[in-house]
């Protein structure tokens, strides 16, 4: 599992002109792809990593300050594009292994106490951001 985490001061999702998913104040953007092999390991790591990493302002994390997190998923992170001009998407894990598994992370972090948004699984998204810093992290788990 692959999670790129962006410190934002907002951030939104929108799908067919319609916003699905939104944070207003600063708080973390986080695209998660998945892969073939990842399971509840790997979720917890990630959600655990969302929550407690300290990467808002003053070295505070999403779980210390109460910040709003904005998870997006975004299978194009295991995209492999070593040869040619064109990417792979071989370690992508296919939709029906990879959406119970970003829903599990929402749901992890929820458990947390964190306020989550979300996007829409598989739907041409467009997702708009203010990134503050910029501040960018990728994760793997």
């Not at 944070?23 to 892969?35: E, F, H, Q, R, Y």
């Amino acid at each position: 599992m692959r999670a790129v985490l962006q410190r934002v001061t907002r951030a939104s999702v929108v799908v067919d002109g319609e916003v699905v998913g939104a944070i207003d104040k600063p708080g973390i953007l986080a695209l998660v792809g998945v892969t073939h092999d990842d399971g509840p390991a790997q979720v917890e790591t990630i959600a655990r990593k969302i929550a407690d990493l300290r990467i808002l302002h003053d070295e505070k994390s999403v779980a210390d300050l109460g910040a709003p997190v904005l998870v997006v998923s975004q299978f194009t992170l295991y995209g492999d594009a070593r040869k040619g001009r064109r990417p792979t998407w071989n370690q992508a894990a296919p939709g029906p292994v990879a959406e119970p598994l970003v829903d599990a992370v929402v749901t992890a972090l929820r458990e947390r106490g964190l306020t989550v948004e979300t996007g829409r699984f598989g739907a041409d998204m467009q997702v708009e951001l203010v990134n503050d810093g910029p501040v960018t992290i990728l994760l793997e788990a």
